[in-house]
């Protein structure tokens, strides 16, 4: 027990008593590392040791912060779970949406085209 947290401990025991001393402070250096708790000790010229405050148990930290579980269901097969839209809705607005969108593009691109005409060729 060469720990030199304990050695103010043993330089104000009295040497007869030291195997005294060690053997409670084995036992508390134990029990510290089984649970990590900290203790304020009271230690007497006989070597008797008194606890007098002890920390709370710590809490074990996880071994890994961050765990990631991969959805039952992959978004790709169902679009709805990540959306409001109920589920029955779903399959029925997926070609609505898809056409929606097309138009959209259509439309756009006429657009462009009335405002950007094509340039026209040089006859020259």
């Not at 010229?45 to 405050?53: A, L, P, T």
């Amino acid at each position: 027990m060469s720990d030199p947290r304990f050695a103010p401990a043993y330089a104000y025991v009295h040497p007869v008593f030291w195997p005294w001393l060690w053997l409670q402070l084995w036992a508390i250096a134990i029990h510290q590392k089984e649970t990590g708790q900290d203790f304020l000790l009271n230690v007497t010229r006989c070597g008797f040791v008194r606890i007098k405050y002890v920390s709370d148990v710590r809490k074990p930290k996880p071994s890994n912060l961050y765990t990631y579980e991969a959805p039952a269901v992959p978004a790709w097969e169902r679009p709805a779970l990540g959306s409001d839209l109920p589920i029955e809705f779903a399959e029925d607005a997926q070609p609505l949406i898809l056409s929606a969108l097309v138009d959209a593009l259509r439309v756009a691109l006429a657009d462009l085209r009335a405002i950007h005409p094509a340039p026209s060729l040089d006859s020259s």
